[in-house]
């Protein structure tokens, strides 16, 4: 079953027609795009509850603390506002240059080869799992 789902998935991206470069048109039936702040939170719930960040700040930055620095807490609290703050602005400026970089027709025509190398990927890895020559 495995083996004909990836040559379905394969054949569905090297037969699927492609629109003419241009802006993509949406669907009728599509869902609304969620609100930017909406997003925004959603993505600090998720930071806020990654233990992998927790791990940082504990093992981290405590590192970059003079221990003999008065207010350690205050000096703690500056490098996690500092670190929040750049890494928010960073992947903020990232997610627009992405954005602006993806309506590009040299971008959306890499996109298409790309599709079309994936879906070839797909159709050999499924007639060699079918095959029974996987190692």
Request: with cysteine; aromatic share 8%.
């Amino acid at each position: 079953m495995g083996a004909g789902y990836l040559v379905y998935l394969g054949l569905r991206l090297l037969l699927a027609r492609r629109q003419a470069p241009g802006p993509a048109k949406a669907p009728r039936d599509r869902l609304p795009a969620p609100r930017l702040a909406a997003v925004f939170r959603r993505g600090l719930l998720i930071n806020v509850l990654n233990p992998k960040i927790a791990l940082f700040f504990l093992a981290f930055l405590p590192q970059f603390i003079d221990p003999a620095a008065g207010d350690r807490t205050l000096a703690f609290a500056v490098l996690g506002l500092t670190f929040n703050s750049t890494g928010t602005t960073v992947n903020c400026l990232a997610a627009l240059a992405a954005v602006g970089v993806g309506q590009l027709p040299a971008v959306r025509a890499i996109g298409r080869v790309a599709e079309r190398l994936v879906g070839a990927l797909f159709v050999g890895l499924g007639v060699r799992l079918a095959a029974g020559h996987v190692d």
